[in-house]
């Protein structure tokens, strides 16, 4: 197994998107890269903590490849948009690839570039090692399985996509 953390926005969305890809294994909704200590869902939206809404993702590389992931990653996301994904505006809505394996730090920044290329202009995806991670509430994980309805920036069309789709494609 391996892990990746990727911030896309309100996590909610990009959780129920991720773990749909054969090769996931786990999710985890949490806070990433910020300053405070174990912060909750509030002090994040208010009190400027520095972190980023990020989905942990462990995969099986056997199954989906980094490079993978990533693609598919990107296709939920505005990689031109500053601290805004959909309606959801504040830095800790941003976009960023958090590793802890510094060997994913070249697939990564190969990945950013070729997004930037086919987007024609600059991309603000973070692309940073894993400073560190703090799991998010119980109530938001898994929180479009418990809340069907809710509120998502990931549109559920490709949330149901993401559950066909062959990673070996995306390589």
Known sequence: MKE???AGGCYW???AYISGLKGVEATEVGFANGAAKAPTYKQVCTENTGH???VKVSYNPDVI???ALLRLFYKIIDPTSVDRQGEDAGHQYRTGVYYTDPADDTVI???LNELEDSVGKKIVVECRPLD???TAE???QKYLVKNPGGYCHVAPGLIAWARTVDPRDFD
């Open 138 to 140: 119980e109530y938001h």
């Open 52 to 54: 980023a809404e990020t």
């Open 132 to 134: 560190n991670f703090y």
């Open 4 to 6: 990746i953390y990727l």
């Open 13 to 15: 969305g990009v959780e």
């Open 109 to 111: 920044k190969d990945t």
């Open 65 to 67: 490849s980094l490079r």
